[in-house]
């Protein structure tokens, strides 16, 4: 139980354009989820908070026009990358709090498998 | 404001070795403590967790590791590691409030030798 899908989990698009990565819970509802953007061969930067049916929290630094971020169910949560440049090519991971009553409890989250950006 | 620090960056052990990988933290109070491994070009999985009670975690894949509140350290080991044990390892943090909103180290690259 308890698994994140991330979709999709590699994406090559032009610099301008704009590219949505979707985060599922596939087995329960995460009424947050954490978007997070990691550099090659770096840890993870948490970009934002995603509140099911509310605005998204972002981290200091982080655009919020740029990377926009909606939750409209307690099992989607989509990070869209406006006019991507080159500079926002990395690996976006997501993650969701456990089901309610256990590890949503206990500060255990879950991890997609990650989305690889590469803008040229 | 948390921080955690992992002081090796990489580590190379030959395979039947043991393993060890350093974490420390500095946190306002007892934390929730994390260590998870993150495959090339995968998300993270969850190798173990400490929450309260034993001071010494057992996980998945045979890792262990042991919170030494006086020393503010979670160290990750593994008596004897395996070839598939090659990842990345993260360290992380959070609040025992809610909000899930978790701080990790830096990571440890682990190359394992024949």
């Known amino acids: 139980g308890a698994v994140v899908s991330q979709h999709p989990s590699w994406v090559i698009c032009k610099s301008g354009t704009s590219v949505k990565i979707e985060c599922r819970s596939l087995?329960?509802?995460?009424?947050?989820m954490f978007w997070y953007r990691q550099f090659p061969k770096q840890s993870l930067m948490l970009m934002a908070t995603s509140n099911e049916g509310s605005k998204a929290t972002y981290e200091q630094g982080v655009e919020k026009d740029k990377f926009l971020i909606n939750h409209a169910s307690l099992t989607l949560s989509t990070l869209t990358v406006t006019s991507a440049h080159p500079e926002d090519s990395s690996f976006y991971i997501c993650?969701?709090?456990?089901?309610?009553?256990?590890?949503?409890?206990?500060?255990?989250?879950?991890f997609g498998e990650g989305s690889r950006l590469t803008v040229l | 404001a948390q921080s955690v620090t992992q002081p090796d960056i990489h580590i190379t052990v030959s395979e039947g070795a043991s393993l060890e990988l350093r974490c420390n933290y500095s946190?306002?109070?007892?934390?929730?403590l994390f260590w998870y491994v993150q495959s090339p070009g995968q998300g993270l999985q969850l190798l173990l967790k400490y929450f309260s009670g034993d001071t010494l975690v057992q996980g998945i894949k045979g890792f262990e590791a042991e919170f030494k509140r006086s020393q503010s350290s979670f160290n990750l080991r593994k008596p004897s590691v395996h070839w598939s044990d090659a990842a990345e390892y993260f360290c992380?943090?959070?609040?025992?409030?809610?909000?899930?909103?978790?701080?990790f180290g830096g990571g440890t690259r682990v190359l394992v030798k024949p």
């Open positions: 992380a943090v959070g609040p025992r409030a809610a909000g899930n909103k978790l701080t």
């Open positions: 087995d329960f509802q995460a009424t947050t």
């Open positions: 993650s969701a709090r456990g089901p309610a009553g256990g590890s949503a409890n206990t500060g255990e989250l879950f």
């Open positions: 946190y306002g109070a007892t934390p929730y």
